[in-house]
Each structure stands twice: as C-alpha cells, then as structure tokens.
C-alpha cells in the first residue's frame, strides 16, 4: 500500500523554508512503490530530495515524489578501487563520513553539502575542486515514461559545470534510485582551492581524507549560513564563464576579480561581481544576500518564492547592466507561478 497525502505542506521540506503546498506527495522506500506511483500518476511526478536546492512556489500541481530508499554497499576490486552502491534517500553527508570511516577516498572535499544522494548527479554536486563525476560510475534510475529501471553510465548522464541530462532534456523524466561511485584506497588530496588551503595551513596537515574533510567542513561552516538557523538554498547562481578577452577588460574594472581556465573561456566568481554591484548583505523584502557569501541568498523570514526570485532577478539584471555578464540560477524552481 502506498501512501498519497493530498495537499501536502512543502514549507518544512526546503530549506528555504518556502511556503508551498503539493497537490498529492508520496513517499516512497522501495522501486516497486515508486514505480506504482509513476504508473498512478501516468509519469507526471516531481520529486524532492533534501530540498536544499529548489525554490519552491506556494502551488505545486500533480504528485511529489519523496525518494526514501536507503542503503551502502561497498564491493572491493582490484587495484585498491571499490564500487559503492548507494541508495537515493541517504543523506550526502553522511555518505562523506561512512566513506571515510572505511578509508574510502575521493569525495572528501564534497564534505557538507546538504540534501541527498539521489540529487548529487542532477547538478554534478562540486566544491573545492572536486565533482561529483570524476568518481560517479553510473547511476540506477526509474523513467517516467516507460516506469522501467535503467542504468545509466558517466556519458549518458552529460554531465558539466553544475549541470547534467536531467537538467536540461530530462528534467523531471527520472526518477534517481541508487548512485554508484568508484573509490580509491589511495588517498589523493586536491587542496589548490584558496581557502582550503588556509584551513590547512591552521589544521596542520591534511595527511588524510578525514582531516582535508574536516578543513572543508571548517571553510563552509565560517562561510555558509546553517539552513537550520537561517533559511537558505546554498549557491543561489552558477559560476559564469566568459572568453578570455571579457574577462580582461573586466579584470580592469573589478578590483580582485577572480578567473579560472574553463571549458569555454574563463570561469569567473560570481560573488566577486556581486559583491562588486554592491549586493553584499543587501536585502529586498523578506529576503536578502548572505554577508560572507553573496552567492547565497537567504529567507530573512517570512519570504515567499516570489520574494526570493524578485532578489535574484534585481541582482541578475543589474550584473547584467552593469558587467554584461548572465548569471544563472543554480535552484531548481518547484510549481506554478
Ligand atoms: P571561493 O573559494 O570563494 O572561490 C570562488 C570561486 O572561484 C569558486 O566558486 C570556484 O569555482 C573558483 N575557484 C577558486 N579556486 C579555484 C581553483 N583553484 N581552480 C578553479 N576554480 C577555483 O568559493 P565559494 O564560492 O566559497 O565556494 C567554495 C566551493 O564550494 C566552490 O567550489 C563552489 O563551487 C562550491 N559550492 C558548490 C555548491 C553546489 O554545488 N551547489 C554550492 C555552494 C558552494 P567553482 O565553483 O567552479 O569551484
């Protein structure tokens, strides 16, 4: 028996702690379940993991779908490398530390992140220089169109910079059941992000993956408002990148503007623009910017998606105006207008 709940409060199922209401949620624990659902529902289903990276609107029409399969396996291989299986409705975190109390290597400076694991592929979860598919192997996903189970591999998901197929195409076609990584026995640390290595300077040496996850963990606990105090929804846009003569020219006007090589161009910091529009710690209505992170924009209580969206469509066409630079929303908006 599945349980569908009709109007159903989301307001405690984001962390930007929006109002909202579903039309009818499910929670599901096992495929087969989910699988009914989507036949119930002939595939029209949207699904909510942690909610840490949604915008969710007062009215959300049809089905949320709440993936809750659990579970991690590790299966060891040759070469000091292991297969783990994990299911969607683990939370990433404590995936990060499972993987480490086994001395398995390789998402480490993924340490923190919220929401779930079934989430992870979607946006090509990043930080500190790692992404989520330099260890994905493939991922276990049910269609939304077929209700059949299929596998799909690092290519298939077309991952990018934040971004992946079910993102762009297949928004909403899979739901994700279980995401497998590869893992090394062999710990290789990736420490050339600035403040990283700082932390590390101040920790002493990052001789293991527990230590380099504990200096992330220091860096976004400094740098990140705790959704639990004050709502937020991480990054609020993307990193842009823009050619490499853009980012000269822009270089000459923004003081401490930083660039990194990218596929495409030069990857820019997008709270440096920001902050440099003069955003930094600003508020419109009932939501504002974070003052140590601009990327981050939080619910200053009370704030309705509206109000959250008007703040990021100020900031977008004013860096727009200002710098020529497109900023693109990193949350997933969730209903209708
Ligand atoms: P930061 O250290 O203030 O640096 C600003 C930006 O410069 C970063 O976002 C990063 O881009 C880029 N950068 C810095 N050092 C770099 C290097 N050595 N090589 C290439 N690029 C470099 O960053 P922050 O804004 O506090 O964020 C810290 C990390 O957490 C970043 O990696 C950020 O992407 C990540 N983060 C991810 C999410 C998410 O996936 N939803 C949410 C929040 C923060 P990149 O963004 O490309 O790394």
Same mark, same amino acid.
């Given at each position: 028996?599945?349980?569908?709940?009709?109007?159903?409060?989301?307001?405690?199922?984001?962390t930007?702690r929006l109002?909202?209401? +579903?039309?009818?949620?499910?929670?599901? /624990?096992?495929? *087969?379940? &989910?699988?009914r $659902?989507?036949? @119930?529902?002939? !595939?029209?289903?949207?699904v909510?993991?942690?909610?840490?990276?949604?915008v969710?609107?007062?009215?959300?029409?049809?089905?949320?779908?709440?993936?809750?399969?659990?579970?991690?396996?590790?299966?060891?291989?040759?070469r000091?490398?292991?297969?783990?299986?994990?299911g969607?409705?683990?939370?990433?975190?404590d995936?990060?530390r499972?993987?480490?109390?086994?001395?398995?290597?390789?998402?480490?400076n993924?340490?923190?992140?919220?929401?779930?694991?079934?989430?992870?592929?979607?946006?090509?979860?990043? +930080?500190y220089?790692v992404?989520?598919d /330099?260890?994905? *192997?493939? &991922?276990?996903? $049910?269609s939304? @169109?077929?209700? !059949?189970?299929?596998?799909?591999?690092?290519a298939?998901?077309?991952f990018?910079?934040r971004?992946?197929?079910f993102?762009?195409a297949?928004?909403?076609?899979?739901?994700?059941?279980?995401?497998?990584?590869?893992?090394?026995?062999?710990?290789?640390?990736?420490?050339?992000?600035?403040?990283v290595?700082?932390?590390?300077?101040?920790?002493g040496?990052?001789?293991?993956?527990?230590?380099?996850?504990?200096a992330?963990?220091?860096?976004r606990?400094r740098?990140l408002?705790?959704?639990?105090?004050v709502?937020?929804?991480?990054?609020?846009?993307?990193?842009?990148?823009v050619s490499r003569?853009q980012?000269?020219s822009?270089?000459e006007?923004?003081?401490?503007?930083?660039?990194?090589?990218?596929?495409g161009?030069?990857?820019?910091?997008?709270?440096?623009?920001?902050d440099?529009?003069?955003?930094?710690?600003?508020?419109?209505?009932?939501?504002g910017?974070?003052?140590?992170q601009?990327?981050?924009l939080?619910?200053?209580?009370?704030?309705?998606?509206?109000?959250?969206?008007?703040?990021?469509?100020?900031?977008?066409?004013d860096?727009?105006?200002?710098?020529?630079?497109?900023?693109?929303?990193?949350?997933?908006?969730?209903?209708?207008?």
């Amino acid at each position: 028996m599945i349980d569908i709940v009709p109007r159903y409060d989301l307001s405690r199922c984001n962390t930007l702690r929006l109002p909202g209401v +579903a039309e009818r949620a499910a929670i599901v /624990t096992t495929v *087969d379940d &989910l699988q009914r $659902v989507i036949e @119930r529902e002939r !595939g029209a289903v949207r699904v909510l993991g942690g909610g840490s990276n949604v915008v969710v609107r007062e009215r959300v029409s049809g089905c949320v779908v709440f993936p809750r399969i659990g579970g991690i396996r590790v299966e060891e291989e040759p070469r000091g490398r292991a297969l783990v299986r994990v299911g969607a409705g683990v939370r990433w975190h404590d995936l990060v530390r499972f993987c480490i109390g086994q001395r398995l290597n390789g998402i480490e400076n993924l340490a923190l992140i919220p929401g779930l694991v079934g989430a992870a592929p979607i946006q090509n979860i990043g +930080a500190y220089g790692v992404e989520l598919d /330099t260890v994905f *192997d493939h &991922l276990v996903a $049910v269609s939304c @169109r077929d209700g !059949g189970v299929h596998r799909l591999d690092r290519a298939a998901c077309a991952f990018g910079y934040r971004d992946s197929r079910f993102r762009r195409a297949d928004a909403d076609a899979f739901v994700i059941v279980e995401v497998v990584l590869r893992l090394s026995r062999t710990y290789a640390p990736h420490i050339d992000y600035p403040d990283v290595r700082e932390e590390a300077l101040r920790i002493g040496k990052l001789d293991s993956a527990a230590r380099l996850a504990e200096a992330v963990i220091r860096v976004r606990r400094r740098k990140l408002p705790d959704p639990r105090s004050v709502p937020n929804a991480g990054s609020f846009f993307k990193n842009p990148i823009v050619s490499r003569a853009q980012f000269d020219s822009l270089r000459e006007r923004i003081d401490r503007l930083l660039g990194y090589d990218a596929a495409g161009g030069v990857k820019l910091a997008a709270a440096r623009l920001i902050d440099a529009a003069g955003w930094k710690g600003r508020r419109l209505g009932r939501a504002g910017v974070w003052g140590r992170q601009p990327l981050v924009l939080v619910n200053l209580g009370g704030a309705r998606a509206s109000d959250v969206l008007a703040l990021a469509d100020a900031i977008a066409s004013d860096v727009r105006d200002r710098y020529a630079v497109e900023l693109e929303l990193e949350p997933r908006l969730l209903g209708e207008d």
